[in-house]
């Protein structure tokens, strides 16, 4: 049945560069998504222009239409361990914290719970696509993908890798052959799963090492013939970059590489020399990318790889702050990632609400204010640009597949009552206000292919 949902529609539309995005953000106050049965977008635009008027009509008005969130940067493992004290930063909470978190989910049931309330948090607010950091355990990892599936979610995950770490990872660790073949076994299993083929499924995987410190450089050199083999498949690589001053010395200490991008980009031996295949590509998605130097950031660009932007971790690890104007002058796309657990917070716009504070207090020429659009952007669009998914999700536009979220301010105190502030439909401050004071309460549906979902 086709059906069409009325409501003010905001989005990026189109395929615009970052820097263009303002020019195309949609706003249509009266507007209206009609999806067909297939769960495909037929229309997209003002209300009173829609074609024929066969289309069984859900009325959202005053409700906002927005594309669903999409998160490349998120840890099933650690659903449970959000504002873990670790009395440090990244390494020591690391230790401290989140390898015995992750370590629970050796129990089956453990992981199966984690699993649900994992899937069910993130309808709660609306992040209908994610990028997820599994598990080291195959068992949570099925539970993981059955339970997107069984729910409507789409997820890209892969088994966190680690062959070395400290005691407190001792749960987590598997000697290289194991990690390859249990790697090997979660793709075959599980990529493109739910249909059969990658190019229609809403389940992917993902080769995911930890980060260059959880692996050697045997290990590395495995994944990438791995990586090599399955790439054409539509397979996604996803890890950690330059997150933490520390990190990055001991990656250097460890590699005697010359930037720490180079041990995904099969330049791990000694002083950066090649040894193996390169990780890097349009499927592949780093986090962080907080101290990143000018090669590494055109050497991303070049490759076509994705940084997945997580402001709201950084604060909590005090892991600095990603240079906004010199990481975007370098065309690398950027997209927006929660980092839960190190991310306190699930839902996407109160994580645009610390990218925009954090960017401002740059040093400086470096602050910058972003636009409500550029922000937008980020948490959908430059999202699916990252995953390889623009073609299907993203935006409203005719013909992708209809993933939108219900935002509707009545349903939180007070949030209405300011929009209404806003003079003459103003529909940058509009969109700006909305993103940096909605929560949880606000999101009342969320719809992935135009099948509602919870």
């Known amino acids: 049945m086709t059906r069409a949902y009325r409501g003010h529609l905001m989005h990026i539309g189109g395929n615009p560069e970052l820097a263009d995005v303002r020019d195309w953000l949609v706003s249509e106050p009266d507007g209206v998504v009609v999806v067909d049965d297939t769960g495909r977008i037929t229309y997209s635009g003002a209300y009173a222009d829609r074609p024929g008027d066969d289309a069984e009509t859900v009325d959202f008005r005053p409700a906002f239409l927005l594309p669903g969130f999409v998160d490349t940067h998120i840890h099933f493992p650690q659903t449970y361990c959000t504002d873990a004290y670790g009395g440090g930063r990244l390494l020591d ?119 260059a410190l959880s692996v050697t450089a045997q290990t590395l050199h495995a994944l990438g013939e791995v990586y090599d083999s399955v790439r054409d498949r539509g397979v996604y690589f996803h890890t950690h970059l330059n997150e933490n001053v520390d990190e990055v010395a001991a990656v250097h200490e460890t590699y005697g590489v010359r930037t720490y991008l180079d041990t995904y980009d099969g330049r791990f031996g000694g002083g950066s020399t090649p040894a193996g295949k390169t990780l890097l590509g349009p499927r592949s998605v780093l986090a962080h990318a907080v101290h990143c130097t000018a090669d590494e950031l055109a050497r991303m660009a070049e490759t076509a790889t994705s940084i997945a932007h997580c402001p709201t971790s950084q604060l909590f690890l005090g892991s600095g702050v990603m240079p906004w104007r010199s990481t975007v002058r370098s065309r690398v796309n950027v997209s927006l990632g929660t980092d839960v657990s190190a991310g306190d917070e699930w839902l996407m716009p109160r994580v645009l609400n610390d990218c925009f ?53 009545h349903h939180q105190e007070l949030l209405a009552e300011t929009l209404a502030q806003i003079e003459n439909g103003d529909r940058d401050r509009l969109l700006f206000t909305l993103l940096m004071g909605m929560r949880d309460d606000a999101v009342v549906q969320v719809y992935v292919k135009g099948r509602k979902l919870g």
């Open 93 to 211: 909470w690391l230790a401290r914290c989140v390898f015995p978190a992750e370590a629970k989910l050796a129990d089956p049931a453990y992981a199966q719970q984690a699993a649900r309330d994992f899937c069910r948090r993130r309808i709660s607010v609306g992040t209908t696509t994610a990028l997820v950091f599994g598990s080291a355990f195959p068992h949570a990892q099925d539970a993981l993908f059955s339970e997107s599936i069984r729910t409507g979610l789409r997820t890209i995950s892969g088994r966190g890798i680690q062959t070395v770490g400290p005691p407190s990872a001792g749960p987590l660790l598997t000697d290289e052959t194991t990690a390859i073949s249990l790697a090997v076994a979660e793709i075959d299993r599980w990529h493109g799963a739910d249909t059969g083929d990658p190019a229609t499924a809403f389940v992917h995987a993902a080769v995911v090492p930890r980060f």
């Open 357 to 409: 504070k954090v960017h401002m207090s740059e040093p400086g020429d470096h602050a910058v204010a972003l636009h409500p659009a550029e922000l937008l952007f980020t948490a959908t669009l430059a999202g699916a640009r990252a995953l390889d998914l623009e073609a299907r999700i993203g935006n409203l536009d005719v013909g992708k597949e209809a993933d939108f979220v219900v935002v509707d301010p």
